[in-house]
């Protein structure tokens, strides 16, 4: 059963909240209205089928007007840099929004040590987050998600100009999730008529090594291109010169369990849609002008 809700989409202009205004203005069951920093900008790029509303998540007291007759929250949370604000965040929408849609990641546990201080990782904020979230909400669901494939967009400035992707563990396997089924899952939850209370791990339908997954977009691309492996000090000094050192190395790190230890598959999609999760495969295709730059 299905019931018609107003919606409010955050990070609406971005992959994953992009996909989730997309599949809720194509059903026509919702009212959408997105929450954005630059509400000018987000309204020429969304259209006029959506209601844009300025506001910020780090400044919870300034929503009262974006949060006015909304059933519905997608969430997408500032990770690490507004950790500071989650608190009175959470408790502003928990009063206002029968139901919050999370955009977490997989790892989280299903049972948070409370709302305990969040660490300064991306994976402590998600918990942290969570756990408030699940302490004041009346309905709320978690898209755990596994590896965005979207992040292997990181490679495209090389693909364009070479064959040769010069990066880190080409054995790590993944089980990497189109953008377009956590925004199908996303509307499906919002708007649903049943309650929700928890979490959801959410995955592509097969493993890949980083090998294979450039191989797929070489086929999208119809072109042979081959994995140059760098070791994890070349990694972090040409790859991410910018980032703090603890986080490039954690990245990689993380990358070289997944070579024994791939990220698990799971069925979570499918249950959910009823049809099989969007291989990594129809995602390189979908995403071939940007390894291009023909748009």
């Given at each position: 059963?299905?019931?018609?809700?107003?919606?409010?989409?955050?990070?609406?202009?971005?992959?994953?909240?992009?996909?989730?205004?997309a599949?809720?203005?194509?059903a026509?069951?919702?009212?959408?209205?997105?929450?954005?920093?630059?509400?000018?900008?987000a309204?020429?790029?969304?259209?006029?089928?959506?209601?844009?509303?300025?506001?910020?998540?780090?400044?919870?007291?300034?929503?009262?007007?974006?949060?006015?007759?909304?059933?519905?929250l997608?969430?997408?949370?500032?990770?690490?840099?507004?950790?500071?604000?989650?608190?009175?965040?959470?408790?502003?929408?928990?009063?206002?929004?029968?139901?919050?849609?999370?955009?977490?990641?997989?790892?989280?546990?299903?049972?948070?040590?409370?709302?305990?201080?969040?660490?300064?990782?991306?994976?402590?904020?998600h918990?942290?987050?969570?756990a408030?979230?699940?302490?004041?909400?009346?309905?709320?669901?978690?898209?755990r998600?596994?590896?965005?494939?979207?992040?292997?967009?990181a490679?495209?400035?090389?693909?364009?100009?070479?064959?040769?992707?010069?990066?880190?563990?080409?054995?790590?396997?993944?089980?990497?999730?189109?953008?377009?089924?956590?925004?199908?899952?996303?509307a499906?939850?919002?708007?649903?008529?049943?309650?929700h209370?928890?979490?959801?791990?959410?995955?592509?339908?097969?493993?890949?090594?980083?090998?294979?997954?450039?191989?797929?977009?070489?086929?999208?691309?119809?072109?042979?291109?081959?994995f140059?492996?760098?070791d994890?000090?070349?990694?972090?000094?040409?790859?991410?010169?910018?980032?703090?050192?603890?986080?490039?190395?954690?990245?990689?790190?993380?990358?070289?369990?997944?070579?024994?230890?791939?990220?698990?598959?799971?069925?979570?999609?499918?249950?959910?849609?009823?049809?099989?999760?969007?291989?990594?495969?129809?995602?390189?295709?979908?995403?071939?002008?940007?390894?291009?730059?023909?748009?």
């Open positions: 059963m299905r019931v018609r809700r107003t919606v409010l989409v955050t990070g609406g202009t971005g992959r994953v909240g992009g996909q989730v205004v599949r809720l203005v194509g026509g069951d919702a009212r959408v209205r997105v929450l954005s920093r630059d509400p000018a900008r309204s020429v790029v969304l259209g006029p089928q959506v209601e844009v509303v300025g506001g910020d998540l780090a400044v919870p007291d300034g929503l009262s007007a974006a949060l006015d007759g909304v059933d519905a997608f969430l997408v949370f500032p990770s690490v840099t507004a950790d500071r604000a989650a608190g009175r965040l959470v408790t502003t929408l928990a009063e206002r929004v029968g139901r919050i849609v999370y955009l977490s990641a997989h790892g989280v546990p299903d049972d948070p040590d409370g709302a305990a201080e969040p660490d300064g990782t991306i994976m402590g904020s918990a942290h987050v969570e408030l979230i699940a302490g004041s909400a009346a309905e709320y669901a978690f898209l998600s596994s590896g965005f494939a979207a992040n292997t967009l490679w495209a400035p090389q693909i364009r100009q070479s064959d040769v992707l010069r990066w880190f563990v080409p054995q790590a396997s993944r089980a990497l999730v189109h953008e377009a089924d956590l925004g199908a899952v996303a499906r939850l919002l708007t649903d008529g049943r309650p209370r928890g979490g959801y791990h959410l995955t592509g339908p097969e493993q890949l090594t980083q090998v294979e997954q450039l191989a797929a977009i070489g086929a999208a691309l119809g072109r042979t291109l081959r140059e492996e760098m994890s000090a070349q990694a972090a000094a040409e790859l991410f010169p910018s980032m703090p050192a603890g986080v490039a190395a954690g990245i990689i790190a993380g990358h070289a369990a997944m070579v024994a230890q791939p990220e698990p598959v799971t069925d979570t999609v499918r249950h959910l849609l009823g049809r099989p999760a969007l291989t990594y495969a129809q995602w390189a295709r979908d995403h071939a002008e940007d390894f291009t730059g023909r748009q």
